[in-house]
C-alpha cells in the first residue's frame, strides 16, 4: 500500500512559478514510477509528466513541455513537479500518481495509487 500526498497548490498570476510536492508512505517508494495529473474544470483528467523508479527517464506532456519538470528524491520519498511559466489554461486539480507495472506509465490505468489532488489557479 502506498499512500499519496500533494502539496504546494495555490493561486498565482500568469507567468508565475509554483513547485508542487508529493510526498508518498511506505518504504517501497523507489519500487514505483511516478506521475502527475491534472483535471481542468469540465475536462477529463489528462497525464502532465512521469519519472521513472531511478528518476534517469522522464516524459512530459506536449502541453507543458519546457515549462513543467518532474523530479524525485527517493531518500524522502517525494517527488515534484515544478511548473514555470503557468497559464490560465494550466488552472487545475493536480493529482500525482504511484505505478509499478511499467517503467515509465502514462494513462490512469497505469497507476496503482493516488493522492487526493492540489489545486492550482492561474488568474490574474
Known amino acids: 500500500q502506498v499512500q499519496l500526498v500533494e502539496s504546494g497548490g495555490g493561486s498565482v498570476q500568469p507567468g508565475g512559478s509554483l513547485r508542487l510536492s508529493c510526498a508518498a508512505s511506505?518504504?517501497?517508494?523507489?519500487?514505483?514510477?511516478m506521475g502527475w495529473f491534472r483535471r481542468a474544470p469540465g475536462k477529463e483528467r489528462e497525464f502532465v509528466a512521469a519519472?521513472?523508479?531511478?528518476?534517469?527517464?522522464?516524459l512530459v506532456a506536449n502541453s507543458v513541455k519546457e515549462r513543467f519538470t518532474i523530479s524525485r528524491d527517493n531518500a524522502k520519498n517525494t517527488v515534484n513537479l515544478l511548473m514555470s511559466t503557468l497559464k490560465p489554461e494550466d488552472t487545475a486539480i493536480y493529482y500525482c500518481?504511484?505505478?509499478?507495472?511499467?517503467?515509465?506509465?502514462?494513462?490512469?490505468?497505469?497507476?496503482?495509487?493516488w493522492g487526493q489532488g492540489t489545486q492550482v489557479t492561474v488568474n490574474s
Open positions: 511506505g518504504r517501497i517508494f523507489n519500487r514505483y514510477a
Open positions: 519519472i521513472s523508479v531511478s528518476g534517469g527517464s522522464t
Open positions: 500518481a504511484a505505478g509499478l507495472a511499467l517503467p515509465l506509465p502514462t494513462s490512469e490505468r497505469q497507476f496503482d495509487y
